[in-house]
């Protein structure tokens, strides 16, 4: 498993929302980053999960999971407001 730092994923996040129209929602609220986030909807380009782990008391890190549709699972959430 790949993991990745806290500005890795900020720029991910503002890059997607900002070039290819995407939008993200927030699941979960992170402790030291970003807790976990589905980012989704840009122009032709998969959906990707953003989930902080945890390596020790004073950090962690983030893993990120791309879909070609977004998992049924997360749809709900974020479609039932």
């Given at each position: 498993?790949?993991?990745y730092?806290?500005?890795?994923c900020e720029n991910l996040i503002n890059n997607y929302i900002e070039q290819f129209d995407g939008?993200?929602?927030?699941?979960?609220e992170?402790?030291?980053?970003l807790g976990?986030?589905?980012?989704?909807?840009?122009?032709?380009?998969?959906?990707?999960?953003?989930?902080?782990?945890?390596l020790n008391e004073s950090s962690s890190a983030h893993k990120i999971r791309?879909?070609?549709?977004?998992?049924?699972?997360y749809e709900k959430l974020i479609y039932q407001l």
């Open positions: 498993m790949k993991l730092d806290l500005k890795t939008a993200y929602y927030q699941i979960n992170g402790s030291l980053g976990k986030i589905v980012v989704f909807n840009g122009i032709g380009r998969k959906s990707i999960i953003i989930e902080e782990v945890y791309m879909y070609n549709d977004l998992p049924k699972k």
